[in-house]
């Protein structure tokens, strides 16, 4: 079986980092500078073509990304890790060192990324709802519901959220867990 190194690149980036979403996918493919932006999405497109690996949302997942979407997540198929194992000695090995070493440095923000997450829904007054939420360990360890009235105030608002959430959380303890100004 011949295929091109962009195509076992990706398979192996999906193979040592399952459940990476798409475009954490092409940033490390396109960090090994061995394809450009157009050679990667068409080597991508054809693996999953190919049925060898899965492209799409997981169900009950809440993650979105920047536009409200739900986030798609990259997967090895059966058929794509059976590929891999027979071809995966064609990868050289720096590129393997170079993909393995870039991932772990990545693997925090890959996480830190997925436990952080904003809907927004529209309410039946025609306000929208913006829903942010963080999970560690699986566990619901902040939530917080707002309403806005309008779409583009929710936007922002969710954009705040899921790039500075730390930010936020400190933000709103700190207020909380201070002294009230005092009444004139």
């Not at 394809?35 to 690996?53: C, N, Q």
């Not at 997981?58 to 986030?71: P, Y």
């Not at 060192?97 to 990545?106: A, D, K, N, S």
């Not at 309403?147 to 207020?175: C, G, N, S």
Request: a negative charge.
């Amino acid at each position: 079986m011949d295929i091109p190194i962009q195509k076992l690149t990706l398979l192996y980036i999906a193979g040592q980092a399952p459940g990476l979403r798409r475009s954490q996918l092409r940033d490390a493919a396109l960090a090994t500078l061995s394809m450009d932006y157009f050679d990667m999405a068409t080597a991508l497109d054809e693996l999953a073509d190919a049925g060898l690996i899965h492209i799409g949302a997981r169900k009950g997942e809440e993650a979105v990304d920047a536009h409200n979407r739900s986030v798609e997540r990259c997967d090895l198929t059966e058929k794509g890790t059976a590929v891999l194992k027979a071809l995966q000695p064609q990868i050289p090995p720096a590129t393997r060192r170079f993909l393995t070493q870039y991932l772990e440095e990545r693997g925090l923000q890959r996480k830190i990324a997925d436990a952080v997450t904003a809907k927004i829904d529209v309410t039946p007054d025609g306000q929208y709802e913006v829903t942010c939420r963080q999970k560690e360990g699986g566990d619901t360890s902040f939530l917080l519901t707002l309403r806005f009235p309008t779409e583009t105030m929710a936007r922002k608002a969710a954009e705040m959220w899921r790039e500075h959430a730390d930010y936020v959380v400190q933000t709103l303890i700190r207020v909380m867990l201070e002294q009230p100004p005092r009444e004139r």
